[in-house]
């Protein structure tokens, strides 16, 4: 049931922004900072970022409220090999409203549809968006 709520749309540039972020050629880490327009109820693109790393992505969050992360990681493996994962990261920091966390939490299945990701990360902590972490979620696709 979870599955069908829909809070929110997707805003149609962010979904053509999106296709294009999951075709990219570049081998650095890039990132796309999406965020709930309440008026329109629309997800909708706040910031794009070429070549940043986590923790300065995690500076750019907003302290009290959540956000959705699209993140291109260059992942070297242990053996040598590197590849590109595309990472989903809900981002919801304890102390948000209600219903900002209401809307972002039901939005989400739909955002992840559309961008068709399978690498869905949550954190309630911004703290713990670090490179460590996200290999730590990471080897769980492997």
């Known amino acids: ?13 962010l ?7 999951r075709f990219r050629k570049d081998t650095n880490n ?13 997800v909708v693109l706040e910031e794009e970022y ?13 302290e009290r409220q959540p956000r959705f992360i699209v993140y291109s990681y260059k992942y070297n493996h242990e053996d040598g090999r590197v590849s590109y994962p595309l990472c989903f990261i809900f981002s919801s920091p304890v102390g948000c409203k209600p219903e900002q966390q209401m809307m972002y939490a039901g939005s989400k299945n739909r955002l992840v549809q559309t ?6 990360f949550e954190t309630r902590n911004a703290d713990d968006l670090t490179e460590e972490w996200l290999k730590s979620k990471l080897s769980f696709f492997r």
């Not at 990132?31 to 629309?42: E, P, S, V």
């Not at 986590?54 to 500076?59: A, I």
């Open 1 to 13: 049931m979870a599955d069908s709520l829909v809070v929110c749309e997707v805003d149609e540039t």
């Open 15 to 21: 979904q053509e922004k999106l296709k294009k972020f």
């Open 30 to 42: 890039a990132a796309i900072l999406m965020k709930i327009d309440m008026q329109q109820q629309l």
């Open 50 to 62: 070429e070549d940043i790393s986590l923790d300065d992505l995690r500076n750019e969050l907003p």
């Open 115 to 120: 961008a068709e990701l399978t690498k869905v």
